[in-house]
């Protein structure tokens, strides 16, 4: 059974996981901010975050934690061909040389692509989902997953690759459709949710250019579209070698879809989620790819579903008894961890953030999105 951590934040950025990168600019994604600052500033900001935000100390600790896999997220720039942004080659060559030297593997997850498939803000672009009606732009990305393999395939330290993290089908479309804003709202006119019709056969594509290139030992990643019931068919009509569908699963849906903040709302919803991901167990290994801690009853404000504060401002005053806030954590910790042991593995999302939760009141509580700091404040035991 893996247990794993992502290493989000570093090579894709998300501004409230480094709200200090954007200082003094208009940009909400990865996208603007090299449009909105000096092409010096860029390349100075960029390349002191990613020397400084994940460093060989960190895969020394990740393996002193008990960890064994890392899943890495990649830019579809990851090679530097892609002008404005600036690649990131060499750091994940680093990555590969820290992880072999203290014995944990990776998994290369492609994060975003050109005109994103999910118009997060983790897609690279927020308020745009466009990807899929371009076909040039498919292939670019099947080019990008081919290029990987290719680099990283021999590799004593790679797991797999992920073929694409979180295509927005139809339902996930809908649910975030209101809050993430394109800042070009021309670029949102051909704004469309993920077909599952595409998304098997975009898999099926990827899957076979990276097996000319990857090695059968090697895993190769589907993501599951925030659909686990759509997949069992997919795996009865199709052969495939040593692939994994991976699942992302939130506390925060659980608050979005219940409307509730209490402990049994949140056991109760994990416990359908576990028992959604046995039955597709059946037909495919499974692994929850992304989880958290972070959840509104502990931080002590309805942030509703996760929205953090460089979406809004929340402005009421948090007191949460510490112990209570021990509590929960721990509680949902297990819960979680329980249904977890039913399936393949896990990552948790995310090892790091670079936020100022004492001082920056506003924060409060998301401390708990950080496997770090979760394990020093004895919220998680691994």
Known sequence: MIKGVNLGGWLVLEKWMSPQLFDGVEAEDEYYLPRDLSET????????????????????????LGLDTIRIPVP???????PPFIGAIDYLDKAFSWAEAYNLKILIDLHTVPGSQNGFDNGGISGVQNWAQHSDQVDFAISVLRRLAERYGQRAGLYGIEVLNEPATAEMFQTMLNRYKPRDPEMALENAPITFKFLYEFYKQAYTKLREVLPVDKVVMFHDGFDISKWMDFFKQNEFENVVLDTHQYLMIAEMKTGELTLDSYHQ????????????????????????????????????????????????EVEIDQNNA???????????????????????????????????????????????RSVNKKWAKI
Do not use: C
């Open 41 to 64: 500033d860029y390349k100075t900001r960029i390349n002191m975050h990613r020397a400084n935000f994940i460093t060989e100390a960190d895969f020394l600790n990740i393996a002193s």
């Open 76 to 82: 579809y720039f990851i090679f530097g061909d892609v």
């Open 269 to 316: 919803y994990m416990n359908e989620v576990g028992d959604a991901i046995a039955k597709v167990k059946e037909f495919v290994p499974v692994v929850v790819g992304e989880w958290t801690l972070f959840n509104s009853l502990a931080t002590g404000s309805d942030t509703k579903g996760g929205v953090s504060p460089v979406q809004q401002v929340f402005d009421q």
């Open 326 to 372: 021990l509590s929960i954590y721990q509680d949902l910790w297990n819960l979680q961890i329980e249904q977890w042991q039913r399936v393949d593995g896990y990552f948790f999302w995310s090892y790091k953030i670079n936020i100022d939760t004492i001082n920056d009141k506003e924060w409060f509580g998301w401390d708990s999105w950080s496997l770090e």
